[in-house]
């Protein structure tokens, strides 16, 4: 794998979270349109945003701490 590709998909994890956070905070159509923005198809939004909160959980695990806090 190449070093960029891993902070790549760090980056869109944190994304993700993101968009999970906006959800939680700002509804489901501002997560929608927040996780549109950065390229997600529509068909994995449907799937991140039915995520139940033990998956997002174990999502969120398996990003390292220290990646995680950069």
């Given at each position: 794998?190449h070093?960029?590709?891993?902070?790549?998909?760090?980056?869109?994890?944190?994304?993700?979270d993101r968009a999970?956070?906006?959800?939680?905070?700002?509804?489901?159509l501002?997560?929608w349109s927040?996780?549109i923005q950065?390229g997600?198809?529509?068909n994995?939004?449907?799937r991140?945003?039915?995520?139940?909160?033990?998956?997002?959980?174990?999502r969120?695990?398996a990003?390292?701490?220290?990646?995680a806090?950069a």
């Amino acid at each position: 794998m190449h070093p960029l590709d891993r902070r790549n998909n760090t980056d869109m994890a944190r994304e993700i979270d993101r968009a999970i956070s906006i959800e939680h905070q700002e509804g489901t159509l501002k997560a929608w349109s927040h996780l549109i923005q950065i390229g997600i198809s529509p068909n994995a939004i449907r799937r991140i945003l039915e995520l139940d909160s033990g998956a997002r959980r174990r999502r969120r695990a398996a990003i390292p701490l220290e990646e995680a806090e950069a």
